[in-house]
């Protein structure tokens, strides 16, 4: 069975599909941001090699000492804002997670990978890599990357024997949208430029936390990702999310 690496398996999509992954055999080098969640982690799934591994830090070079099947890049950050009002500081630190860090791990284990000629680079995007609307300007911004990223290395590297492709999930349950969601009440208040459409916004933040869907259906697809012969570019969960 292929090694696979999780980055953010300290919840959510990542975790579950590190145990998932585990129960079928696989050897799953589960990462986490601090040493904390890993720590809670390794305490409560003794099956998976777990390592603390900050995608944005110099712990991305652990990976060279690995050898790894197959990557899931699952690691993100989320912030939602008017992009007239959220500061700047805001939308680099997306971006030097979501695209930075991801493509900083992914250069690492594609290294490995083209040296035998094989592997697998799953890369966690969104439904926002594919539409953008009102408050989710930084989040989307940042997926989107991560869509011409993921396109241009799976021309780059199938040749070389490297498969790369991208999976987009819509709004699941994992406490990650709604997080984002709130994130936007830190800077965007009475004082807004945009504060004339605030309902705009709250709507918004309504639409993405309501009636989300059970993340393990995004967690199948990670798994089928995973051990498939083949994949496509992008893969959509469920696949109507786009409608």
């Known amino acids: 069975m292929p090694t696979v690496l999780i980055t953010g398996a300290g919840s959510g999509f990542g975790k579950g599909a590190a145990l998932a992954l585990a129960d079928r055999g696989h050897?799953?080098?589960?990462?986490?941001?601090?040493?904390?969640?890993a720590d809670a982690l390794a305490a409560e799934a003794p099956q998976l090699q777990v390592e603390k591994l900050d995608i944005t830090t110099d712990d991305v070079a652990k990976v060279d000492a690995w050898e790894v099947d197959v990557l899931i890049a699952n690691a993100g950050l989320g912030r939602f804002g008017p992009l007239v009002d959220v500061p700047l500081e805001v939308v680099r630190q997306v971006f030097e997670v979501n695209v930075f860090g991801?493509?900083?791990?992914?250069?690492?284990?594609?290294?490995?990978?083209?040296?035998?000629?094989?592997g697998r680079i799953i890369i966690v995007s969104s439904i926002a890599g594919k539409i953008s609307a009102p408050a989710t300007g930084p989040y989307a911004m940042s997926?989107?990357?991560?869509?011409?990223?993921?396109?241009?290395?799976?021309?780059?590297?199938?040749?070389?024997?490297?498969?790369?492709?991208?999976?987009?999930?819509?709004?699941y349950g994992t406490g990650f949208n709604d997080r984002m969601a709130e994130s936007m009440w830190e800077w965007f208040d009475d004082k807004s430029l945009q504060a004339p459409t605030t309902d705009l916004f709250r709507a918004v933040e309504a639409f993405v936390t309501t009636d989300q869907r059970d993340p393990a259906e995004v967690v199948d697809k990670m798994v089928e990702l995973v051990e498939a012969e083949t994949t496509s570019e992008n893969n959509l969960v469920p696949p109507d999310a786009l409608g």
């Open 27 to 37: 050897h799953v080098i589960a990462t986490t941001e601090t040493a904390d969640q």
């Open 143 to 171: 997926k989107h990357a991560l869509e011409a990223m993921g396109s241009a290395m799976r021309g780059e590297l199938a040749p070389l024997g490297v498969d790369v492709c991208l999976l987009n999930p819509g709004p």
């Open 102 to 118: 991801t493509l900083a791990i992914t250069q690492r284990v594609a290294a490995g990978m083209i040296t035998r000629g094989s």
